[in-house]
Nanobody, 121 residues
Framework: QVQLVESGGGLVQAGGSLRLSCAAS????????MGWYRQAPGKQRELVAS???????NYGDSVKGRFTISRDNAKNTVYLQMNTLKPEDTAAYYC???????????????WGQGTQVTVSS
């Protein structure tokens, strides 16, 4: 069916930057909203940023002014530019997409397997 593959995670010093990418592939008619969530060990998964098909964005309060979400509709790809990273940003980052597989089916929610971001002080 549909798969989401994240990339771009890694280890970075506090104050540094990373850019995450998530590419959707498979049976896809259209993709509505896309977003990034993160989850640290023992914590609940939380919204980092989301973006609609027409470019409307939403950010979690803790990342406003530091992170920027964008998408390339032609490539079915969403990006997350992360600047001024803090140790508290350390988490597994998951890509999410609302995908309509075909014209005759309703949209469904899909998740990537995650990419680790670790920020050292």
């Amino acid at each position: 069916q549909v798969q989401l593959v994240e990339s771009g995670g890694g280890l970075v010093q506090a104050g540094g930057s990373l850019r995450l990418s998530c590419a959707a592939s498979g049976v896809i008619f259209s993709i509505n909203a896309m977003g990034w969530y993160r989850q640290a060990p023992g914590k609940q998964r939380e919204l980092v940023a989301s973006i609609t098909s027409v470019g409307s964005t939403n950010y979690g309060d803790s990342v406003k002014g530091r992170f920027t979400i964008s998408r390339d509709n032609a490539k079915n790809t969403v990006y997350l530019q992360m600047n001024t990273l803090k140790p508290e940003d350390t988490a597994a980052y998951y890509c999410n997409a609302e995908v309509r597989p075909t014209l005759w089916e309703q949209s469904g929610d899909y998740w990537g397997q995650g990419t680790q971001v670790t920020v050292s002080s």
